[in-house]
C-alpha cells in the first residue's frame, strides 16, 4: 500500500514539475530531497500563486508526513493573562491599556492561582502566563508568581513570560537575563512562550513596535533560556508591513537559532488581527495591510514546513486567529498541532479577533478526524498523553461537559473583565509595584523602565 502510494505520489510530482515555472519547481524539488532552501528561495516560495500554490501545500503536506506522520496534537490549558497595563505602545496591540485609565486590569496572584487550580481541574497540564509591563514592577514579581502556582500546583507546567516580559524583569531586578531567567527555573517555569518576535527585523519593527526589544535582545533571552535547559517556542506575527523577504529572513534565522541550540520545541505563525489594532484602525502606519489574506496564511504555513522541517517538527496552526474550520485547512499545508483548548484568550479577542476564546477537545478531535488524521493530547513539550483512535472515540474531558451557555459567566471574558471594579489596576497596583528609588552605581542593561 505505502509502495503505491510513493508510485502515485512520484507519477503526480512529475506532472506538476513539467507546469511549474522552473524555479519554484527546483526548489520545491530540493525540499523534497531533504535541502535546506535558502532565504532567496523562500522569498519565491511566498510569491506563489495558481498552480505553484498548489505544489507548494503538496510539498509541506508531504513533509509533514514524512517527518511527524498523520498525528495532529493538542494540549488542554489555560491563559491567564494577569494584567492588560503596559508601559509600551506597540502599534499592533489592542490589549494594553494606560495605569490611568478605567479599562485597567490586574489580577492578583491568589486570582492567577485560583484560575490555574480551576484548570487543572478540568484537566489542563498548562497555564500559559503572559501579560502587559505594568509600571514601577517589582522586579521578582514573575518569580513570586510563579512560585506561588507551584506551591498550589506542584505538577502543572507553566508556560511563562516572554523575552519582552523577561528582559523587563531582569531590568527592573537589575540582573542579568541569565541571572533572571535561572530564578523564573528555580521557581517553577518549564517553558518561555517565544512571542514578541513579531518580524525579526529592527527597522519593521521601529515602524510598528518602536520602543519593543530588538532583534539581538530577543536572541539573547531565547539562547540563554536554551543554554540553561529551558525550552521555547518561536513565533511570527505577519500580515502588516512586512515583505515576502522579511518572512523568509525571519525563519532562516529561527533555523540558524535552532542549529546551534536545538531549544525551539514549536514553530507558530500568528496572522495580524487588525480590526481594532490602533496602527491599523487610525492608520498611524503608513502601507499597513488589513492582515493575512487566506492565500497567505496557507503560504505562511506551507513555506514554514518547507523552512524548518529538518530541524523544527512541529508547526502549531491558530483556531484563534483563522477560526477552527480554516486552521482545519490548514493542517494540510504542513501544520500538525492544533494549539490548546486555551478557556480564556484576550489578546486576540481584544484586536477583534471572532473565534472565541476556548476550544473543547472532543470538537478538536472532531476536526482533526474529519482530515483522516490522528488526534493526540500532548504535554506542552510534546510527549503524547493519549493517543485516540482514528475513528472515534467516548472519552470525555471535564472541559467538554462544561455547557456553552454558561461557560462564559464560569471562566469570564475580556470584555467583562476590563469593566469589573474590584479589578481595576490603580486599586490593586500596589500589589504589583514599588516605589521609585533613585538608580544608583551602574545601570542594569536593558529596555528603560517607567
Keep these: 500500500m505505502a509502495q503505491q502510494r510513493w508510485l502515485a505520489l512520484d507519477g503526480l510530482w512529475g506532472r506538476l514539475l513539467d507546469q511549474l515555472d522552473r524555479t519554484v519547481a527546483r526548489i520545491l524539488d530540493r525540499a523534497l530531497s531533504g535541502e535546506d532552501i535558502t532565504v532567496e528561495e523562500g522569498e519565491r516560495l511566498f510569491a506563489a500563486e495558481g498552480l505553484e500554490l498548489n505544489a507548494l501545500i503538496l510539498v509541506a503536506d508531504e513533509l509533514r508526513r514524512r517527518r511527524v506522520g498523520d498525528v495532529v496534537t493538542y494540549v488542554i490549558n489555560r491563559n491567564i493573562n494577569f494584567t492588560n497595563v503596559c508601559i509600551k505602545r506597540c502599534g499592533f496591540c489592542a490589549f494594553s491599556r494606560g495605569h490611568r485609565e478605567e479599562e485597567a486590569y ?5 486570582e492567577v ?7 487543572w481541574e478540568l484537566g489542563a497540564t498548562e497555564v500559559c502566563i503572559q501579560a502587559g509591563l505594568p509600571p514601577k514592577m517589582r522586579g521578582d514579581y514573575y518569580i513570586e508568581l510563579t512560585k506561588a502556582i507551584k506551591r498550589a500546583l506542584p505538577d502543572i507546567h507553566i508556560h511563562g513570560f516572554s523575552p519582552e516580559e523577561v528582559w523587563y524583569g531582569a531590568t527592573r531586578a537589575r540582573c542579568s537575563v541569565a541571572d533572571y531567567l535561572q530564578a523564573l527555573k528555580d521557581a517553577g517555569v518549564g517553558s518561555l512562550p517565544g512571542t514578541s518576535a513579531e518580524i525579526l527585523d529592527d527597522d519593521v519593527r521601529r515602524r510598528i513596535s518602536p520602543g519593543r526589544i530588538t532583534v539581538a535582545q530577543w536572541v539573547d533571552v531565547i539562547t540563554t533560556a536554551h543554554q540553561l535547559g529551558i525550552p521555547t517556542t518561536a513565533t511570527i506575527m505577519y500580515g502588516h508591513v512586512e515583505t515576502n523577504r ?12 535552532q542549529r546551534q541550540t536545538g531549544g525551539f520545541t514549536e514553530f507558530v505563525p500568528l496572522s495580524f488581527v487588525a480590526e481594532e489594532a490602533p496602527m491599523y484602525r487610525k492608520q498611524l502606519v503608513p502601507g499597513i495591510r488589513p492582515g493575512a489574506t487566506g492565500a497567505e496564511v496557507l503560504k505562511m504555513y506551507a513555506v514554514s514546513r518547507i523552512m524548518l522541517n529538518n530541524w523544527i517538527p512541529n508547526l502549531q496552526v491558530s483556531w484563534v486567529k483563522e477560526g477552527p474550520k480554516f486552521a482545519q485547512v490548514c493542517l494540510n499545508a504542513g501544520c500538525n498541532d492544533f494549539m490548546g483548548t486555551l478557556i480564556n484568550e484576550s489578546i486576540s479577542t481584544a ?6 476564546q ?39 474531558d471535564p472541559l467538554d461537559l462544561i455547557d456553552d451557555a454558561t461557560a462564559e459567566a464560569r471562566f469570564g471574558s475580556y470584555h467583562a473583565l476590563v469593566h469589573r471594579p474590584d479589578v481595576r489596576f490603580r486599586e490593586l497596583r500596589h500589589l504589583v509595584q514599588v516605589p521609585v528609588v533613585p538608580a544608583t552605581g551602574e545601570r542594569a542593561a536593558g529596555p528603560a523602565a517607567e
Excluded: S
Design 113 to 119: 492561582v485560583r484560575r490555574a487550580q480551576e484548570a
Design 351 to 356: 484586536a477583534g479577533a471572532q473565534y472565541g
Design 106 to 110: 490586574f489580577l492578583p496572584i491568589d
Design 246 to 257: 522579511h518572512k523568509a529572513a525571519h525563519l532562516a534565522l529561527i533555523r540558524d537559532i
Design 358 to 396: 476556548r476550544l473543547k477537545p472532543r470538537e478538536m478531535r472532531r476536526l482533526i478526524r474529519d482530515i483522516g488524521r490522528i488526534p493526540a493530547e500532548r504535554t506542552t513539550t510534546y510527549q503524547i498523553r493519549r493517543l485516540f483512535p482514528r475513528d472515534g472515540d467516548d472519552h470525555y
